[in-house]
């Protein structure tokens, strides 16, 4: 299938392609493997998590990853961590959430989807009523995809925390839905909740450089099997322990 413009005008073609979409999975092992000898990420856990996630992953339960947003370099220290952490198994099939904007660059583009990113419109970029319906789209693709046993990762925050970076900003209702619609599809999705820290800064607002977020650390709260019935609750749930695994990745800093 030919790549379509990543262009909210086109958001039908869009998610018709990444609804089918596969990446090669040696190339993303590769890559995830180089990032993470250059950001050399350190992974922390609660205790029993790396055995909840052998688990997990032995009985094929699609995982909902949810990890806490600071930086435009996330993605990258997130695939380092993906490498070095319980999550390798899952590289070439996870779903990773990514705006639109990341994939108009050609080269850029050829990156992110190699390492699985949907692309994302939002609301902030074009308007809550404008998005709407591709937003609904994406989110049918993402059930779809957990329904077929793909990991998804999510930022739930939405944007950048500029606020606060130890504390997990506001969830909104796109992953609860996200889980909700996989459950209606037969899936039974876990949650694994990540934190992330690149440790004290005295600006949240100033964008850290390549060289400040190396060697990041990151923590695996604990996992949850089993979701709520209705997407607010599982945004709430998913709040409450992302910030509980955002307090490890400080503490561990």
């Given at each position: 299938m030919q790549r379509p413009d990543v262009v909210l005008d086109n958001s039908d073609a869009v998610y018709d392609f990444y609804g089918e979409h596969r990446q090669n999975r040696v190339q993303a092992c590769a890559a995830y493997a180089l990032l993470a000898r250059r950001y050399r990420p350190r992974i922390g856990y609660a205790a029993g998590v790396r055995e909840e996630l052998r688990a997990l992953l032995a009985g094929r339960r699609p995982l909902l990853i949810a990890i806490n947003h600071l930086s435009q370099q996330d993605p990258y220290t997130v695939a380092a961590a993906a490498w070095r952490s319980g999550l390798r198994p899952v590289i070439g099939r996870a779903r990773v959430l990514a705006k639109d904007e990341l994939f108009i660059d050609p080269d850029q583009?050829?990156?992110?989807?190699?390492?699985?990113g949907?692309?994302?419109?939002?609301?902030?970029?074009?308007?809550?009523r404008a998005v709407n319906a591709a937003g609904q789209r994406m989110i049918d693709v993402c059930a779809e995809r957990m329904a077929r046993g793909d990991a998804v990762a999510v930022f739930p925050e939405g944007t950048c925390n500029d606020v606060d970076p130890t504390q997990v900003q506001a969830v909104g209702s796109g992953i609860g839905h996200i889980a909700f619609r996989a459950m209606k599809l037969g899936a039974r999705p876990a949650l694994v909740s990540l934190g992330l820290s690149y440790?004290?800064?005295?600006?949240?607002?100033?964008e850290p450089t390549a060289d400040e977020v190396r060697s990041a650390s990151f923590y695996f709260g604990p996992t949850l099997a089993?979701?709520?019935a209705r997407p607010a609750e599982i945004a709430r749930v998913v709040r409450d322990r992302l910030q509980?695994?955002?307090d490890g990745a400080v503490a561990a800093y």
């Open positions: 583009r050829r990156k992110v989807d190699m390492m699985g949907i692309p994302v419109f939002r609301g902030k970029d074009h308007g809550i440790g004290p800064r005295p600006d949240p607002a100033v089993e979701l709520p509980l695994a955002l």
